[in-house]
């Protein structure tokens, strides 16, 4: 079993920043991905940015590509979100996942998922 925590969401002006993150803890051995995904109100989930368990590679939904960061901590067991020049249309409650393959983009290939962090942005 694989545990993820996840924090840092709010409330937040358009054009602002936040910074999530995710605390992976337990089994995380034969996993080599953490990604993040987001879901809206009445929407179905979907990917956000997703990073090699290394750092080296990440991969970007094209709607945050140039405006959102996903990092992985010098402690392995951490993934971050740096989330720049929000806008309203990024509200929604965001998941850390973890799963074997960083370039993969749907919910249903990841494993483990932690409760998810709100974030709202006003316009």
């Known amino acids: 079993q694989v545990q993820l925590v996840e924090s840092g969401g709010g409330l937040v002006q358009a054009g602002g920043s936040l910074r999530l993150s995710c605390a992976a803890s337990g089994r995380t051995r034969g996993f080599y991905a953490m990604g993040w995904f987001r879901q809206a109100p009445g929407q179905e989930r979907e990917f956000v940015a997703a990073v090699s368990w290394s750092g080296v590679s990440q991969y970007y939904a094209d709607s945050v590509k140039g405006r959102f960061t996903i990092s992985r901590g010098n402690a392995k067991n951490f993934v971050y979100l740096q989330m720049n020049s929000l806008a309203p249309e990024d509200t929604a409650v965001y998941y850390c996942?973890?799963?074997?393959?960083?370039?993969?983009?749907?919910?249903?290939?990841?494993?483990?998922w932690g409760q998810g962090t709100e974030v709202t942005v006003s316009s």
């Open positions: 996942a973890v799963g074997r393959d960083a370039s993969r983009r749907l919910s249903s290939e990841y494993d483990y």
